[in-house]
């Protein structure tokens, strides 16, 4: 044992170590943020500005990403289903694909059809997830969000 340190103790000391070296830091979260602001003028500039909001889910607000973890977001639009937001958000990331002095490069652009439909790409070499008028994961965001107020202890919960 080092200099009568118990095992749990050195167990303890090497998952915090492994914690840093894996949590978010400040120049990590800044860049999803700075991604995400991003895609939130493109797909404000398809869907209008008037009714919609763009809020992110996931692991990123909760600040528990690892360091290839992708951004989750949602539209959120009030009044009629949003129709064709696809087709209107691929060109605009197919036209900020092919800009040489876009702020991110933009590659990778996909649509997915399942239950919930979504947009797919690389911003700057992050994998970003695009959805419209989907609450699940901002309910599962607030769910963890006040489980781990409950648990408090420094943000156990989220570490």
């Known amino acids: 044992l080092e200099s009568g340190r118990s095992d749990r103790q050195i167990l303890e000391d090497h998952i915090t170590k492994l914690?840093?070296?894996?949590?978010?830091?400040r120049r990590s979260i800044n860049r999803r943020y700075a991604v995400f602001n991003y895609i939130q003028k493109l797909l404000l500039r398809c869907l209008g500005t008037q009714h919609c909001t763009v809020t992110m889910f996931g692991s990123v607000p909760l600040r528990t990403?690892?360091?290839?973890?992708?951004?989750?977001?949602?539209?959120?639009?009030?009044?009629?289903?949003?129709?064709?937001?696809t087709d209107k958000l691929r060109a605009a990331l197919d036209q900020e694909e092919r800009n040489p002095t876009a702020d991110f490069s933009v590659r990778d652009v996909q649509t997915i059809h399942a239950e919930v439909k979504l947009m797919k790409c690389l911003v700057g070499d992050i994998v970003v997830d695009i959805s419209v008028n989907q609450l699940g994961g901002l309910c599962t965001l607030c769910f963890l969000e006040e489980v781990d107020r409950h648990i408090g202890r420094d943000n156990l919960f989220k570490r």
Not at 19 to 25: A, D, F, G, K, Y
Not at 70 to 82: F, K, N, Q, R, Y
Request: net charge negative; charged share 10%.
């Open 65 to 85: 990403f690892l360091p290839d973890g992708d951004i989750d977001l949602t539209a959120l639009c009030a009044g009629p289903p949003v129709t064709g937001w």
């Open 19 to 25: 914690i840093q070296n894996i949590q978010p830091n």
